[in-house]
């Protein structure tokens, strides 16, 4: 009897040093090589972006974050690019994001039509938040798909990652029409000869970052083709060299025109230009 007490008290204590093992050593590892995802049992939450132009653009590392993912939010044009990655997935619906009004004062808004869009996107939104934070509680992993750089006029991300700061958005990197669009040129592009800088901007801004020169790479956006040209013959000599690059990344699409700050409007006069048209301006063309 004495010998089968001696034993159980063993086990017992066999039992407890387990148990204050896994409390202090265990746990704190997985929390601390996890963050807190596994600790809370909560999922997590990435931006991926998906490349520019054709699907071939994306990377191993945004194919293998969808793959882990469970829940999507994506155009729908991704979703038919990428059908194949994306079979079985849970989808969110991305046109409730609203994001043109996140964070503004309706009320403030003096339109009625404008205040009405904003007091709707600002119930929409709350529900895809709502919908997001339910499956990132029920341990699901979310992924937001997008094109491009997402963080380079990324206005349609922006806003996740102020939403979803305390979930720490993790973000997979992407090729840009930037990048696609350099070695559509062909040229480094910091090779300018009156300076080597090369300013990413958009029409509002391209005045006062016009001295010295550099080589500006202009985000269109809805620009006028005619306003910015005029625009840029004021700041640069009237010989500057200009090219536009139409749809970056897209083999069969892509096209390429080059020309002078004198004779561009003439060469591309009468054509509708697409909204992915991306400028280049400075000496490194010459
Ligand atoms: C809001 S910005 C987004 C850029 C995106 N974040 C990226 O890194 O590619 C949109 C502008 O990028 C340019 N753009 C987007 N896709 C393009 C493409 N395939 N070819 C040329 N320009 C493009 C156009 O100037 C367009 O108006």
Known sequence: ??????????????????????????????????????????????????????????????????????????????????AKYLKGKEFLDISKAGWRTYRKDCLKMEDEKSRAKCEQDRKTRGELIAEIRSAID???????????????????????L?????????????????NAANAALGTDVASGKETRAVVLTTIREIEKLSQGHPTMVIFTMFTKFEDLVAKLQTLYPSETP??????????????VVRGT???????VRGEKLPFEHLVYVGDFLE
């Open 138 to 160: 029920a341990g699901k992993t979310v992924a937001v798909l997008g094109s491009g750089d997402l963080l380079i006029y990324g206005g349609p991300y922006r806003w996740y």
């Open 1 to 82: 009897v004495f010998e089968t007490m001696k034993e159980k008290k063993h086990v017992e204590w066999k039992i407890v040093f387990l148990a204050v093992f896994i409390a202090l050593v265990l746990f704190p590892i997985v929390f601390v090589s996890q963050g807190s995802v596994v600790a809370t049992g909560k999922g997590k939450f990435y931006l991926v972006s998906m490349g520019v132009g054709d699907p071939d653009l994306i990377t191993l590392r945004a194919l293998d974050t969808i793959a882990k993912s469970d829940v999507i939010i994506c155009r729908k044009e991704t979703r038919k690019q990428f």
């Open 162 to 178: 102020k939403e979803f700061a305390d979930l720490q958005p993790r973000i997979i990197p992407g090729v840009s029409c930037f």
């Open 242 to 255: 200009i090219a536009i690059v139409f749809y970056a990344g897209y083999k069969e699409k892509e096209r």
């Open 261 to 267: 700050l004198d004779t561009i409007l003439g060469q």
